[in-house]
């Protein structure tokens, strides 16, 4: 995969085909120019010149270089321990690099994105929605940026929580440089710093954008603290709530604050819910939410993670259609053609079986663990 994703011109969605049409990535590889040029968006003059650079390991020895010697591990989309969530949106990464350790409780993820030029409100309000989230269970998620990014997670280590920062350079150049200390102290409290960017990769205006969609693709929803109308972080919100389907929440400011115009528009819009308090954060996350609001009173943050019991009851009435279909392993078309549910349905209930432990997913098919 490694050397797919360092071939020029081979992005994430034709990478995504060319997984589809030859089943993995040795096999494409292995393909001829001709082969190659049937797949969707790939032209005979591009396959060759794909086929030709593959001869070339230069590249991706200097690659491994850089990798071992800052302690990154690579995770393929084919990998089982590729994030759950971000599997499910449109162009999802082929190949992350991850430098600390990715968990299955980030399945529980919460994208807190806003402002780089934050307020004191916004990075006081950072502070306070990072750690009680945390604490109630999920798993930070942010850019690495300044601002709101770095006070949600400062907050987030403090209680001792999960974060993982997204970035939108190589991880061996750190970016902003000021904030390689933290990117140090997230890796070593257990969570990670990621990218999906080659190791030197410089940061860029244009890399952004595509980091944002991992931020949301990894989390269960994405609440924004201060936004102005024109923000990053409203391009993240909008890709949650347009492209991923996810809840997109939104803190209000002051009403005169040109920092919080965009929470205010958003949220008049209609497509951000207004939240006052992590535990509304958690009441419009859905199942996920519900079952961590369930368990909070009962269980510390330390014993809920441990436990699977509170993954184990109350499915709902799709969750319950799509478990009893499951008596052998089924590809997603399957349980859509048995089910009839919509497939929009079908994927955010899988996604919450799979982290309930009720179904497992292994070479694209899905079934119940017994």
């Not at 600390?100 to 934050?118: F, H, M, N, W, Y």
């Not at 997204?166 to 750190?174: D, E, F, M, R, S």
């Not at 955010?348 to 309930?356: A, F, V």
Request: charged residues 20%.
């Amino acid at each position: 995969m490694l050397q797919l994703t360092l071939t020029s011109g081979l992005g994430p969605t034709l990478i995504r085909r060319c997984l589809e049409a030859f089943g993995s990535a040795t096999q494409v590889l292995e393909a001829t120019p001709q082969a190659l040029a049937n797949v969707s968006g790939i032209s005979p003059n591009k396959a060759s010149q794909f086929v030709a650079s593959w001869s070339d390991q230069s590249a991706i020895n200097q690659e491994l270089e850089l990798i071992a010697e800052h302690g990154v591990q690579l995770l393929s989309i084919e990998d089982e321990g590729y994030p759950k969530l971000l599997k499910w949106i449109n162009d999802p990464p082929p190949l992350l690099y991850v430098r600390g350790q990715l968990s299955e409780e980030d399945a529980l993820g919460l994208a807190i994105v806003g402002a780089r030029k934050c307020t004191r409100y916004g990075r006081e309000m950072a502070d306070r929605f990072a750690a009680g989230c945390s604490q109630l269970g999920l798993s930070i998620i942010s850019g690495g940026a300044y601002g709101i990014d770095t006070a949600s997670h400062q907050a987030t280590l403090r209680v001792k929580g999960r974060t993982i920062a997204v970035i939108g350079n190589g991880l061996a150049k750190p970016y902003p440089q000021p904030n390689v200390k933290l990117f140090d102290e997230i890796v070593a409290s257990g969570g990670a710093v990621i990218s999906e960017l080659p190791m030197a990769t410089s940061p860029r205006p244009e890399n952004f954008p595509a980091r944002n969609r991992i931020i949301s693709g990894m989390s269960l929803g994405t609440l924004v603290i201060e936004a102005a109308n024109r923000s990053g972080a409203l391009i993240t919100a909008r890709l949650a709530a347009e492209d991923h389907g996810r809840e997109v929440m939104a803190l209000p400011g002051p009403v005169d604050s040109a920092m919080s115009a965009g929470c205010h528009r958003i949220i008049r819009q209609g497509w951000a819910t207004l939240v006052t308090s992590p535990a509304e954060v958690l009441e419009n996350l859905g199942d996920a939410g519900q079952l961590l609001q369930a368990g909070g009173d009962e269980m510390t943050a330390e014993s809920r993670t441990e436990s699977s019991s509170l993954f184990a009851a109350n499915l709902s009435e799709s969750q319950q259609k799509i478990m009893s279909v499951m008596d052998s392993e089924l590809a997603i078309n399957d349980i859509a053609r048995l089910t009839t549910l919509p497939m929009h349905v079908i994927q955010s209930d899988l996604t919450m079986l799979e982290i309930r432990g009720a179904i497992s997913r292994q070479a694209g098919k899905y079934a119940k663990k017994r």
